[in-house]
């Protein structure tokens, strides 16, 4: 921004059209003004220049200057005013002039007399960088027009002295669970990451994230935190390491600190421009901005996903349903996977960058980016947006009045239309059944209605927690596993009104025995019927990779129901149901004899049939370890 006034003001200084003075005290008013404003000495500047004026009140290039001058601090009102005065006195101005008087007007809200400059401006010029942009603020003006008649409540509420300082605040980002905020703030031009954790529904004092994450003689920020808190993807620019000026960095945390971080490398980062991350709910994918060739404009939000053999994949341009001409900036891709904001100054706006939001359909296309509306958004740049896991709201940085010092951390009630989809999550710890010592474990969580997998990741290795992030409309498997260890199955179905019941849960998991009994949470069958339903592939190649990770250990397959209804139709249907798991596991390479399968019927509950949820639970799928 401050690039573009400079280069702005440098044109005009040689492009007006307006005479010098011929008094020559306002003429060394004007002149002194030149060296204030190489140095973005505005406030100087405009001094000087009131001088000129008020010594020669017909001085026009003076006014022009001083107008830009007024522009640069944001006076938008005097800048107009002070345009106007200028071509007053002689009509035949610069183009630049007619476009800077738009600029002001469309600054002021004066949508009308704003279009019909730009308007006017185009006609003299039609192929310049200035025109391109006078070209998207007539769509602009039509856009403002209407939406600043339509304002959303706002009402940004400080983070506290627990989180901001009289140094600058800015790039938030927070865990799924509302707990742990991580930042980016700056002190004596060194750029660090700070953490904050939630207490009471307070903030408490920020402490430094990490010295193997922090340095000194390098910047850190533009951070994204995957939700369950455990990676750190970050923007390190002019490192030894680096590919480019800027690439994207990544550090897991390991216990109560964090991991060394290490350059992301290709095809994530090139010998261009990256930064700005934004992690997937299931970490598999890498959001990000680059200014590599291939894209739609100067910055575009980009992707690369995890393949199969573990590496990041090939950088993927998001396309013009999302990146424009212009710049994007600042993705934060929502817990939920589908609601992606960010910010842009190429889509139809209020002026210069605003907040957008566009959700993922099914099929991975995005649908036409929303503005977040007025006053979210207004004439001044906005930019780096993160929405908590609930969506109830936004954390932003600016420097608004009655803040601490330079930017602030604020958050503010989303607007229900820009709301993300529901969520809910489970976190827990894993331990081990007999000792009750935390274990390293693996937790997988899948939507067993897309078959796509949300969640796939190892518990701490000193605390054993987990967190876990689950859109609310699906039905989930839910499963832990260890070396070792007999693994544990459970569904999660989430409903609307799970969005404010999060799971919080403490897993136990028993050594591999003889005896040992699990079971089988999402193995699914029609009611009366024994065909295993889709859902229940998932579960079956978990039990699998069991078996082939433990070829000593046989199994029985045990099938079970409620007490409704004849009980020797119930053992016929259980025997048939484990005979169901049983022809599975052999026709996926499991050697028969290390299998056997029993139908029970109703004669071993683990639950009251005298209720809905008892008899849901009595109607499973399980298996005992025979031998080891």
């Given at each position: ?8 003001f ?8 307006g ?29 000087v ?7 020669d009140?017909l ?7 001083l107008?830009?001058?007024y ?12 345009y ?13 002039v ?14 009308l ?5 730009f ?6 010029d ?11 603020y ?5 856009f403002?027009a ?25 790039f ?13 703030r ?12 939630l207490k009471?529904n ?8 990490s ?12 951070q ?13 620019c ?18 109560k ?12 980062n ?11 709910p299931?970490?598999?994918t ?26 990041w994949?090939?950088?993927i ?6 990146n424009t ?10 817990a ?13 706006g209020?002026?210069?960058k ?8 099914n ?18 740049d906005?930019?780096g ?27 503010f009630?989303?607007?229900e239309?820009?709301?993300?989809l ?8 894993v ?5 009750k010592?935390?274990?390293e ?12 997998t ?38 999660f ?6 969005i ?22 999402n ?10 339903l ?8 978990l ?9 000593n ?5 045990q099938?079970?129901?409620?007490n ?8 016929k ?13 052999i ?13 029970f019927?109703?004669?071993k ?5 005298k209720?809905?949820s008892g ?10 370890i025979?031998k080891?």
């Amino acid at each position: 921004m401050k690039f573009r006034l400079a280069l702005f003001f440098s044109i005009l200084s040689i492009y007006c059209f307006g005479q010098n003075s011929l008094n020559k005290k306002a003429q060394i008013f004007f002149e002194k003004s030149g060296p204030f404003i190489d140095k973005m000495d505005y406030t100087a500047a405009e001094q000087v220049l009131k001088s000129a004026v008020e010594t020669d009140p017909l001085f026009q290039n003076a006014y022009i200057v001083l107008a830009g001058v007024y522009k640069a601090q944001k006076k938008y009102a005097e800048a107009k005013a002070t345009y106007e005065k200028a071509i007053l006195i002689n009509k035949t101005v610069a183009p630049a002039v007619i476009c800077g008087l738009a600029e002001t007007e469309f600054a002021t809200q004066d949508y009308l007399k704003s279009k019909q400059h730009f308007s006017e401006f185009l006609t003299l010029d039609s192929s310049s960088d200035r025109a391109r942009r006078a070209k998207k603020y007539l769509l602009d003006c039509d856009f403002a027009a209407v939406a600043i008649n339509k304002p959303v409540k706002y009402s940004p509420t400080n983070l506290g002295e627990g989180v901001n300082t009289t140094d600058a605040e800015y790039f938030p980002a927070i865990t799924a669970d509302g707990e742990t905020l991580v930042f980016t703030r700056q002190v004596n031009g060194n750029e660090d990451f700070w953490t904050s954790q939630l207490k009471n529904n307070k903030w408490d004092a920020a402490t430094p994230l990490s010295s193997k994450i922090n340095t000194i003689r390098y910047n850190e920020g533009a951070q994204t935190i995957s939700p369950d808190g455990k990676y750190l993807f970050f923007t390190g620019c002019n490192r030894p390491d680096g590919l480019g000026r800027c690439d994207i960095y990544v550090s897991h945390r390991e216990g109560k600190d964090w991991g060394e971080p290490y350059n992301v490398g290709k095809p994530v980062n090139s010998e261009y421009w990256e930064s700005q991350p934004a992690i997937s709910p299931d970490g598999r994918t890498l959001y990000f901005i680059s200014n590599r060739p291939g894209g739609s404009g100067g910055y575009d939000i980009w992707k690369s996903s995890i393949t199969d053999d573990a590496k990041w994949g090939p950088a993927i341009n998001l396309g013009p349903d999302i990146n424009t001409a212009f710049d994007e900036n600042t993705p934060f891709l929502h817990a939920d996977g589908k609601t992606l904001y960010f910010s842009s100054d190429g889509w139809p706006g209020f002026g210069n960058k605003d907040i957008y939001y566009s959700r993922q359909e099914n099929d991975g296309k995005w649908q036409k980016p929303i503005n977040m509306g007025y006053p979210i958004n207004s004439f001044e740049d906005e930019s780096g947006l993160v929405v908590s896991a609930d969506g109830n709201f936004g954390l932003f940085s600016s420097n608004l009045k009655g803040g601490f010092g330079l930017q602030d951390i604020y958050s503010f009630g989303m607007p229900e239309l820009a709301k993300p989809l529901k969520i809910s999550y489970v976190k827990g710890i894993v331990r081990d059944r007999d000792t009750k010592k935390t274990i390293e474990s693996n937790v997988q969580v899948v939507d067993l209605k897309s078959n796509k997998t949300v969640f796939d990741d190892y518990t701490d290795p000193e605390t054993g927690q987990f967190l876990a992030v689950m859109p609310v409309g699906s039905n989930y498997l839910f499963n832990v596993n260890a070396e070792g260890y007999m693994f544990y199955s459970e569904n999660f179905e989430l409903k609307a009104g799970d969005i404010n019941k999060p799971y919080q849960i403490e897993v136990y998991i028993e050594k591999i025995k003889q005896g040992g009994n699990v079971t089988l949470r999402n193995i699914f069958f029609d009611t009366n019927k024994f065909n295993l339903l889709p859902a229940s592939i998932r579960e079956l190649d978990l039990l699998i990779d069991f078996l082939h990770q433990n070829e000593n250990v046989q199994i029985e397959i045990q099938g079970h129901t409620d007490n409704v209804g004849d009980d020797k139709l119930n053992e016929k249907l259980s025997f048939n149901r484990a005979n169901a798991v049983y022809e599975y596991l052999i026709k996926n390479s499991i050697d028969a004899k290390r299998l056997t399968f029993k139908g029970f019927g109703a004669s071993k509950p683990i639950a009251d049939n005298k209720t809905e949820s008892g008899r849901k639970n009595n109607r499973r799928t399980s298996f005992v370890i025979t031998k080891i």
